[in-house]
Nanobody, 128 residues
């Protein structure tokens, strides 16, 4: 069982920046990837970004490309989401997720079903 703990959320003005962190409770040498999802009030959870743990390949949803950067520190067993140029529509609870299963031909890294463990979420609020 892997426990994930997010931190770094908060209130920021439009155009501001935040850095989210996702720390795992134990080292998982077999970890395949880490992802970030978000859920705004009244909306479904949506994919934000993902990174493969070994090779560092990154994936982003179109609305955050050029503004958000996902990264990971394998030595610290921690993932990050740097969010710049924040907009009010970025307001949501942000969740990190970890995948420990090997990648298959069906893996896309942009679906909740691609991930095995989830954090409790951290609130990000962007004021206009």
């Amino acid at each position: 069982q892997v426990q994930l703990v997010e931190s770094g959320g908060g209130l920021v003005q439009t155009g501001g920046s935040l850095r989210l962190s996702c720390a795992a409770s134990e080292r998982t040498s077999s970890r395949n990837a880490m992802g970030w999802f978000r859920q705004a009030p009244g909306k479904e959870r949506e994919f934000v970004a993902a990174i493969t743990w070994g090779g560092g390949a990154t994936f982003y949803t179109d609305s955050v490309k050029g503004r958000f950067t996902i990264s990971r520190d394998r030595a610290e067993n921690t993932g990050y989401l740097q969010m710049n140029s924040l907009k009010p529509e970025d307001t949501a609870v942000y969740y990190c997720a970890a995948r420990v299963r090997p990648r298959t031909f069906e893996t896309r890294y942009n679906r909740a079903a691609d991930f095995d463990y989830w954090g409790q979420g951290t609130q990000v609020t962007v004021s206009s």
